[in-house]
């Protein structure tokens, strides 16, 4: 079974730090492009960052290029958003999604698989 597992979410200042981990199991990142995304409330779901099954391509939203940093731990199946410099606006439930393809596109309706999505909040 597909599994995808969301955590490291809360509440920073803003400024502040957070490293998300998207923690897959039933499938290994060598075949799969994995994204991040992100809804905030009242918004459509829009991509953040997307990192490629080699691990060689990485892909940003203007709006979080050079703030944030997407990685990955193949020996740990798992997939990281290093968060610097956060915003308010950077205020939403941020999900990993995974797609069975080479390249990453940041497209919602691309994604094959989901996580339940964790909450970051950033306020003072």
């Known amino acids: 079974q597909l599994q995808l597992v969301e955590s490291g979410g809360g509440l920073v200042q803003p400024g502040g730090s957070l490293r998300l981990s998207c923690a897959v199991s039933g499938f290994t990142l060598d075949y799969y492009t994995i994204c991040w995304f992100r809804q905030a409330p009242g918004k459509e779901r829009e991509g953040v960052s997307c990192?490629?099954?080699?691990?060689?391509?990485?892909t940003y939203t203007d709006s979080v290029e050079g703030r944030f940093t997407i990685s990955r731990d193949t020996a740990k199946n798992t997939v990281y958003l290093q968060m610097n410099s956060l915003k308010p606006e950077d205020t939403a439930i941020y999900y990993c999604?995974?797609?069975?393809?080479?390249?990453?596109?940041?497209?919602?309706?691309?994604?094959?698989?989901w996580g339940q999505g964790t909450q970051v909040t950033v306020s003072s």
């Open positions: 990192i490629s099954s080699s691990g060689r391509t990485t």
């Open positions: 999604a995974a797609r069975r393809s080479l390249m990453p596109t940041m497209r919602v309706d691309a994604m094959d698989y």
